[in-house]
């Protein structure tokens, strides 16, 4: 598989019933406006996740590629654990700047700490020779998983079976640890 179709794969995964997705609902139906809302989350997401990816190329060169290689198939494992628990909206204030900047701002701070993020920090410290494509990948990766909810807005909340998703999501993560760890 490729750095950019496993960038593309953990991030689009990691994001089913996220609490971003939760704020994308939240951004839509309060501004009606999905254009503004998507550019601004294609545009936080590719500055948080070229800092996340930066930060673990930094890594690398103090972790030996064998424990990266291990720390990659661990935290797939970790995703998949964790996208079981289901991500809940804190009581957050969209500021009144308008769709791009509250957007931009709401996503930029959600993504600090977030799961995606800490699969890019670590994408980009197993890959660091391919940095460019673990911040493509991961961005399009959240735009993949972020847009239809904006577009769609409150009707993929109702009508997505979302814990049957979240499953679903798990087993493909231990699918992406598998492949990680016999090196496919």
Known sequence: MSVFTISLASVTLAEI???TQLLSLVLVSRFGKPLPIIAAIVCATLLNHAVAAWLGMELSSFISPQVLRYLLIMSFIAMAIWILI???????????????????????????????????????????????WVVIGSTLGMLLANAPVVWIGRWSADKLPLPLVRRVTAVLFVVLALFTGFGV
Do not use: N
């Open 17 to 19: 019933g996220d609490k």
């Open 86 to 132: 289901p991500d809940k909206l804190e009581q957050q204030r969209v500021a009144s700047h308008g769709p791009f900047i509250a957007s931009f701002i709401a996503f930029f701070i959600a993504e600090v700490g977030d799961k995606t993020q800490i699969a890019t920090t670590i994408l980009g410290a197993r890959y660091p020779e391919e940095l460019s």
